[in-house]
């Protein structure tokens, strides 16, 4: 079993545990850290623009790219794996308890 920390710099933003596989994502269970709130808009404007209509994608990019500034990273708890950047050598997607990663 796999499990994340999310963090922004020092800041810990949440903790990402395993919970199964819908290839090519890992389906994960989040659970938020005091850190959460200064990124979740953020994370709820990726959602919102996976869910519209966006013909020329604009807003999609706009919202990958408005996670691509926090460089946020994805740490293995047990130290297995090396670090991630997200939005830069993985995908993450969070719905409230919910989220995908792909890496």
């Not at 020092?10 to 919970?19: E, R, S």
């Not at 808009?41 to 996976?50: G, K, N």
């Not at 691509?68 to 990273?73: G, K, S, Y």
């Amino acid at each position: 079993m796999m499990t994340w920390r999310l963090m922004r710099g020092d800041t810990v933003i949440g903790n990402l545990a395993d919970d199964g596989c819908d290839m090519p994502f890992f389906l994960l269970r989040f659970t938020p850290e005091p850190g959460w709130e200064a990124v979740r808009p953020r994370f709820e404007a990726l959602a919102a623009a996976v869910g519209c209509t966006d013909p020329d994608g604009r807003r999609l990019v706009a919202a990958v790219k408005a996670l691509q500034d926090l460089e946020l990273t994805l740490e293995d708890v047990e130290g297995r794996e090396a670090s991630l950047r997200v939005w830069r050598n993985c995908f993450l997607h969070i719905w409230g308890t919910d989220a995908r990663l792909r890496y």
